[in-house]
């Protein structure tokens, strides 16, 4: 009877043992959920290469930022980028609105040059200067700010170059007769300008410093 009885032990526990489950790797293997030490101070972000910027910038419809790119320590984290478009001259200062409607049409060359004559000479006579640029609203540490005379200037003188590409000889011609035949008559300072949105602040509207151009002749 016992060697029955042991028998029939040996064989509940051999059935037990076939029917536990089997317990995979994978579940021997789990951690549950890992923590990785965060990096660094100071440890720098992984480079990006170029074309992968290009490309994501193309998917947003921005331009591209390089995150390797030097970080100014007095920058706030939490301040936005000013957004900056172009701008023209009435944009940055509506007062010229007039004077600047009054000047010829690039269709009429002749009287474009003398426009453009009288207005650089008063340009000449009241010259603007330079001032401390608000940087926080999207200026540039030091602003020209050009006078009404070197804004009106400056347009005739764009409007006067655009009128003589691809004028004909006759045309040419009288411009240069307008103009005199002193190298300097050609020469004449022009501006470019820029609309700046700062958030929570507005648009500023500024010049560029002054650009030397000439008028094609």
Not at 195 to 213: L, T
């Given at each position: 009877?016992?060697?029955?009885?042991?028998?029939?032990?040996?064989?509940?526990?051999?059935?037990?043992?076939?029917?536990?489950?089997?317990?995979?790797?994978?579940?021997?293997?789990?951690?549950?959920?890992?923590?990785?030490?965060?990096?660094?101070?100071?440890?720098?972000?992984?480079?990006?290469?170029?074309?992968?910027?290009a490309?994501?910038?193309?998917?947003?419809?921005?331009?591209?930022?390089?995150?390797?790119?030097?970080?100014?320590?007095?920058?706030?984290?939490?301040?936005?980028?000013?957004?900056?478009?172009?701008?023209?001259?009435?944009?940055?200062?509506?007062?010229?609105?007039?004077?600047?409607?009054?000047?010829?049409?690039?269709?009429?060359?002749?009287?474009?040059?003398?426009?453009?004559v009288?207005?650089?000479?008063?340009?000449?006579?009241?010259?603007?200067?330079?001032?401390?640029g608000?940087?926080?609203?999207?200026?540039?540490?030091?602003?020209?700010n050009?006078s009404d005379?070197?804004?009106?200037?400056?347009?005739?003188?764009?409007?006067?170059?655009?009128?003589?590409?691809?004028?004909?000889?006759?045309?040419?011609?009288s411009?240069?007769?307008a103009?005199?035949?002193?190298?300097?008559?050609r020469?004449?300072r022009?501006?470019?300008?820029r609309?700046?949105?700062?958030?929570?602040?507005?648009?500023?509207?500024?010049?560029?410093?002054?650009?030397?151009?000439a008028?094609?002749?």
């Open positions: 009877m016992r060697r029955l009885s042991a028998a029939l032990l040996l064989a509940g526990l051999a059935t037990a043992a076939c029917s536990k489950p089997t317990e995979l790797a994978s579940n021997a293997n789990g951690k549950g959920r890992e923590t990785v030490a965060a990096a660094a101070t100071g440890t720098p972000p992984p480079e990006i290469p170029a074309d992968e910027l490309a994501i910038a193309a998917e947003q419809g921005t331009a591209p930022v390089d995150p390797n790119a030097p970080v100014d320590p007095n920058a706030d984290p939490n301040a936005s980028a000013p957004t900056a478009v172009a701008a023209n001259v009435t944009d940055f200062r509506g007062s010229v609105d007039g004077a600047i409607n009054a000047l010829p049409s690039v269709g009429d060359a002749p009287a474009l040059a003398a426009a453009f009288e207005w650089k000479a008063r340009a000449a006579s009241s010259p603007g200067a330079y001032e401390q608000q940087v926080q609203l999207g200026a540039d540490p030091q602003e020209y050009p005379a070197e804004l009106v200037a400056a347009e005739a003188g764009d409007r006067l170059s655009a009128a003589l590409n691809g004028a004909d000889d006759g045309t040419k011609a411009v240069a007769a103009l005199g035949d002193a190298p300097e008559a020469v004449y022009r501006f470019d300008y609309s700046v949105d700062v958030m929570g602040s507005g648009r500023y509207v500024y010049a560029s410093k002054p650009k030397e151009a008028i094609p002749l």
